[in-house]
């Protein structure tokens, strides 16, 4: 159980640590399936996600959007002293994730305190509030999942940050990297994340596209070699995103990530952080994103949210889809977890949702959705014939000649002979209804 912190002023009043109650409580403010002690599949729930808080959403977004104003009027932000500002901040975000029974959280630089235009005011203002976090961290129980650098909101990254064709921009975007890794080493964060936001185009016209992606590789080398350097033990993850805010992202989706580490010897120090919206703007599916990244040991993290299924952009909606999350829970599950991430709630409440009990509707809702996904996945695949339904499509492979095949033992001629003595092939059922039913008799 996270620590609530006592003697510091409450933001959240009236409310207390949100429990686990079962299935038959009618408390809206309890887990109904989030039992963190459960065992399931060998691990306990708490060890299976991992559930971080996004600073950036939860103490920062304040609802304005591009036709209106703030909605969400944060009490903390009332301090005219940037530093003072940021510790009301600490106050109120610790109070939350604790009282939620949150283990982690996530943070970019400028969420945890305003940064500036000068560099050692910066460095200054980021030492100060990372000895502020650490006290916090130990008086709570509460962890850093993974820090980062935001390299997209300050104009001086309009053309990129590692990408931009002015060198001089990528110097600030290291420096500004640099501390991030500092604050996230000195806080025993287990990760580091880059989201390259503006590290692509808006158009082509203007863009050497080979020589932006080749300093995109050296800036990760650099980054990793002085974090290795200073005993950063964790894992770096690049977290894809095909578009929004650039027209075009280099970090695509999980499959073109992939071959970028792959080209540029990064394999060994990088994972994926896969983020659900952002798969549905490559035009894939969650699990597709997660199965990619299963399949080449990747799966390091996810940033968990959803869309709209009306619109086209990052709408970052808390999770609700008990479907989607049994299929995604389901690779999960498959692959052995997540490698050294958790499930971050890169999520925020809508515009409108200005109530303070609406960011623990929030992250309660999202909690129990994967519990309860959990749970119904690791059902289908110890009580049903899912698994076997699945590998007996591949049947033809595992003797014979498929198998000589798969042991590269065959010529195109020997496939050609084989054609012939074997005639034509019965067609095979893929038996996609009978496996979305067996998913919902288990929902
Ligand atoms: C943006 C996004 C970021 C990253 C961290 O779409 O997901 O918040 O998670 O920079
Ligand atoms: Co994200």
């Excluded at 599949?41 to 808080?53: L, N």
Aim: proline share 2%.
């Amino acid at each position: 159980m996270a620590k609530i912190i006592k003697g510091q002023q409450e933001f959240f009043k009236g409310i207390g640590q949100i429990k686990f109650e079962g299935t038959d409580s009618q408390n809206p403010l309890a887990f109904r399936w989030y039992n963190e002690n459960q065992i399931v599949s060998g691990k306990t729930m708490k060890e299976h996600f991992k559930f971080a808080c996004a600073y950036w959403h939860s103490f920062n977004g304040s609802g304005a959007d591009p036709f209106g104003e703030p909605t969400h009027i944060f009490e903390w932000n009332k301090s005219s002293d940037p530093l003072e500002r940021a510790k009301l901040k600490m106050d109120a975000a610790f109070e939350f994730i604790t009282k939620m029974n949150i283990p982690y959280y996530c943070f970019h630089d400028c969420d945890i305190v305003d940064l500036t235009n000068d560099v050692l005011e910066n460095e200054k203002r980021m030492k100060a509030i990372t000895i502020y976090a650490k006290q916090k961290q130990q008086e709570s129980g509460v962890k850093l999942l993974w820090g980062t650098a935001n390299l997209f909101s300050n104009k001086r990254y309009m053309n990129g940050a590692a990408t931009n064709p002015d060198f001089h921009v990528l110097a600030h975007a290291a420096t500004q990297v640099k501390a991030a890794i500092d604050a996230t080493i000195e806080l025993g964060g287990e990760n580091y994340v880059f989201w390259g936001g503006r590290e692509g185009y808006m158009s082509l016209l203007n863009t050497n596209m080979k020589r932006e992606k080749e300093h995109f590789a050296k800036f990760l080398h650099t980054a990793k070699d002085y974090a290795r350097k200073n005993g950063f033990k964790g894992t770096f993850f690049i977290e894809p995103k095909p578009c929004e805010p650039s027209k075009h992202q280099y970090d695509y989706d999980a499959e073109t990530v992939i071959g970028f580490l792959r080209q540029y010897n990064l394999l060994g120090d990088f994972k994926l952080n896969l983020e659900v919206n952002h798969a549905t703007l490559a035009g894939h599916t969650f699990q597709h994103e997660m199965q990619v990244a299963a399949d080449a040991g990747m799966l390091g993290s996810i940033d968990a949210n959803r869309g709209d299924n009306q619109n086209g952009w990052d709408t970052d909606q808390f999770p609700n889809n008990i479907n989607d999350v049994v299929e995604a829970m389901l690779v999960l599950l498959s692959s052995g977890g997540l490698q050294g991430g958790g499930i971050n709630f890169d999520a925020k409440i809508r515009r409108n949702s200005t109530d303070s009990l609406d960011l623990f509707y929030a992250h309660l809702g999202g909690m129990d959705i994967f519990a309860r996904a959990l749970l119904i996945a690791d059902k289908i695949l110890t009580n049903s014939d899912y698994h076997v339904t699945r590998s007996q499509r591949y049947a033809s492979f595992d003797q014979g000649k498929g198998a000589e095949f798969e042991k590269s033992n065959l010529t195109l001629d020997e496939l050609r002979t084989y054609a012939i003595e074997n005639g034509e092939p019965k067609l095979q059922s893929g038996k996609q209804e009978y496996l979305e039913n067996l998913i919902n008799r288990f929902i």
